[in-house]
């Protein structure tokens, strides 16, 4: 009889002694052989759980298996618990675990990084000037936007001059210096 065929006839409460007389290599083989299914479920249900998640289930699944040595020999059978759901338990800990220290460290396995021996900056100066353009259009219509009032009392005061002649330098030099100041802030902290 082989060690396989002797694993699976084996009783659920006999598994977690069986796999502490085993060494590491015979143990991985035949929690993959008995538990590969329900622990990639298990992985992939915590998995779903998580929306953001690039972690693969085969990654996680390799690691585990890599530490289950440890896991096998914490079993205890007096605590009352199977061998299957003790390590369903693990797993779910450790799946939980291992996405919380991906999400951590802020790596994403899908994006591939490109070297910056390949990066190379294309200019096109004909659609450079047009949105430079396209901006400053825009700036300036929500600049004249935001300040309509003041536009229109300079517009009031330029009439109300022109019909009186009443006009002096230092009133001239007031509007003058109240539109620098407002282009001023318009340039420094933008348009809001």
Do not use: C
Not at 11 to 27: A, D, T, Y
Not at 92 to 102: G, L, P, S
Not at 125 to 153: A, C, P, V
């Amino acid at each position: 009889m082989t060690l396989i065929e002797k694993f699976t006839q084996l009783p659920e409460n006999e598994v977690g002694e069986f796999l502490k007389q085993q060494n590491l290599l015979k143990s991985i083989k035949l929690i993959d052989f008995r538990y590969k299914d329900i622990l990639i479920y298990t992985i992939k249900n915590n998995l779903n759980k998580k929306v953001n998640s690039s972690i693969e289930p085969q990654d996680i699944y390799n690691d585990f298996l890599g530490g289950i040595k440890k896991i096998i020999l914490s079993f205890n059978q007096e605590k009352g618990a199977t061998f299957k759901t003790f390590i369903l338990k693990s797993l779910k800990n450790f799946t939980y675990m291992y996405n919380r220290a991906n999400s951590t460290q802020k790596r994403d396995a899908k994006l591939i990084p490109i070297p910056s021996s390949e990066l190379f900056d294309l200019y096109d100066n004909d659609s450079e000037g047009r949105f430079n353009k396209e901006l400053t259009i825009e700036d300036w219509k929500s600049f004249i936007e935001k300040n309509k009032n003041f536009f229109n009392e300079l517009k009031q005061k330029i009439n109300l001059w022109k019909n009186s002649k009443m006009v002096t330098t230092s009133k001239i030099n007031s509007l003058r210096f109240e539109l620098k100041k407002r282009l001023f802030h318009m340039y420094k902290y933008g348009v809001k």
